[in-house]
């Protein structure tokens, strides 16, 4: 290494906020800082005339090595801002001291989320006075592997108890729908959550929309009524770059309840046992899910249907005085 490279790697980065030209580099810094986890792309980043997002990128020698993001964390934590970091992680406390001089107002916490084995970021959290507040799971299944006939003895012994999974089908009666919502609202009350895994509660219509415009939804009925549902959210081909269902092969797995006076019957694995069969059939090749790991129940249906957890993430949370 000459001398000219030693002073490079010596000097002090310069913190700067970004700008358009930035995306591609930051794309590249933020997909590496999830391991590949999630492809981003340029497009995703944008300068913003929004007061309560503020992005800062870190460089040295001409060269983009860190970048630090601060917005609304959202509905799950609407009084705190979520802190995101990428790249270089000895220049991490830099860029955080720039933005804690830039708070925006009303705001009471900060909130940072990485997985346990992401090093730098875990690092940096605790170093900077984090507190390790709430932990999730993350989870995939193999589809191309999975077989629905290991559940068929439990679906034959619902089915005499008077138990019967079908596709919710979009031209459902209103009263058929107001009872699925209804279901639904019950499930958002009794499910565990954190900030990172609330999500915001969407009214009657809005949640029909999205059930039927992105999702394959399967519910167990009983005696005409539907007593437990589960969600699968489909890849929007339409997407950028994406053609086919091979390049979207991946199906989300998202709420699944079932009433209380139903509970303990294995309903809920007999109903998503249905929709990994179907979306197997359908050509798809992977399933995903999460939660917090305080949904002790859920992990255990995962786990008999084949779903393999990955690290845990973390959320970290900093309260501002």
Same mark, same amino acid.
């Given at each position: 290494?000459?001398?000219?490279?030693?002073?490079?790697?010596?000097?002090?980065?310069?913190?700067?906020?970004?700008?358009?030209?930035?995306?591609?580099?930051?794309?590249?810094?933020?997909? /590496?800082?999830?391991?590949?986890?999630?492809?981003?792309?340029?497009?995703?980043?944008?300068?913003?005339?929004?007061p309560?997002?503020?992005?800062?990128?870190?460089?040295?020698?001409?060269?983009?090595?860190?970048? &630090?993001?601060?917005?609304?964390?959202?509905?799950?934590?609407?009084?705190?801002?979520?802190?995101?970091?990428?790249?270089?992680?000895?220049?991490?406390?830099?860029?955080?001291?720039?933005?804690?001089?830039?708070?925006?107002?009303?705001?009471?916490?900060?909130?940072?989320?990485?997985?346990?084995?992401?090093?730098?970021?875990?690092?940096?959290?605790?170093?900077?006075?984090?507190?390790?507040?709430?932990?999730?799971?993350?989870?995939?299944?193999?589809?191309?592997?999975?077989d629905?006939?290991?559940?068929?003895?439990?679906?034959?012994?619902?089915?005499?108890?008077?138990?019967?999974?079908?596709?919710w089908?979009?031209?459902a009666?209103?009263?058929?729908?107001? /009872?699925?919502?209804?279901?639904?609202r019950?499930?958002?009350?009794?499910?565990?959550?954190?900030?990172?895994?609330?999500?915001?509660?969407?009214?009657?219509?809005?949640?029909r929309?999205?059930m039927?415009?992105?999702?394959?939804?399967?519910?167990?009925?009983?005696?005409?009524?539907?007593? /437990?549902?589960?969600?699968?959210?489909l890849?929007?081909?339409?997407?950028?770059?994406?053609h086919s269902?091979?390049?979207?092969?991946?199906?989300?797995?998202?709420?699944?309840?079932?009433?209380?006076?139903?509970?303990?019957?294995?309903? /809920?694995?007999?109903?998503?046992?249905?929709?990994?069969?179907?979306?197997?059939?359908?050509?798809? &090749?992977?399933?995903?899910?999460?939660?917090?790991?305080?949904?002790?129940?859920?992990?255990?249906?995962?786990?008999?249907?084949?779903?393999?957890?990955?690290?845990?993430?973390?959320?970290w949370?900093?309260?501002?005085?």
């Open positions: 290494m000459n001398s000219h490279s030693e002073t490079a790697l010596h000097t002090p980065p310069t913190v700067r906020p970004f700008q358009n030209a930035d995306a591609e580099a930051v794309a590249r810094l933020v997909t /590496a800082g999830v391991r590949g986890h999630w492809q981003y792309r340029p497009e995703q980043f944008r300068e913003s005339g929004d309560h997002k503020i992005r800062l990128v870190a460089e040295r020698g001409g060269d983009l090595i860190a970048t &630090a993001n601060l917005s609304p964390s959202g509905d799950g934590a609407p009084d705190a801002l979520r802190l995101d970091l990428a790249g270089d992680g000895a220049a991490f406390s830099l860029l955080y001291l720039h933005l804690l001089a830039e708070l925006p107002p009303g705001f009471t916490r900060l909130l940072g989320v990485t997985r346990e084995d992401f090093s730098e970021k875990m690092a940096f959290y605790t170093a900077a006075g984090f507190r390790n507040a709430w932990q999730s799971w993350g989870a995939h299944l193999d589809l191309t592997t999975f629905f006939e290991r559940w068929r003895p439990l679906e034959e012994k619902l089915y005499v108890q008077g138990f019967e999974v079908a596709r089908k979009n031209d009666t209103d009263a058929e729908w107001d /009872a699925l919502y209804e279901l639904h019950q499930g958002e009350k009794d499910v565990p959550r954190n900030p990172v895994t609330t999500s915001a509660s969407l009214g009657r219509e809005a949640l929309e999205v039927t415009r992105e999702e394959a939804v399967f519910v167990v009925w009983h005696k005409q009524q539907p007593v /437990a549902l589960t969600r699968l959210t890849p929007q081909l339409n997407s950028p770059g994406q269902l091979q390049e979207a092969a991946e199906v989300a797995n998202d709420l699944t309840t079932t009433h209380p006076a139903w509970r303990s019957r294995g309903l /809920a694995t007999l109903l998503k046992a249905h929709a990994l069969g179907w979306a197997r059939a359908q050509g798809y &090749a992977e399933a995903s899910t999460g939660g917090t790991v305080l949904n002790l129940p859920m992990l255990r249906v995962n786990t008999r249907l084949g779903y393999v957890t990955e690290q845990m993430w973390v959320t949370e900093y309260r501002l005085h």
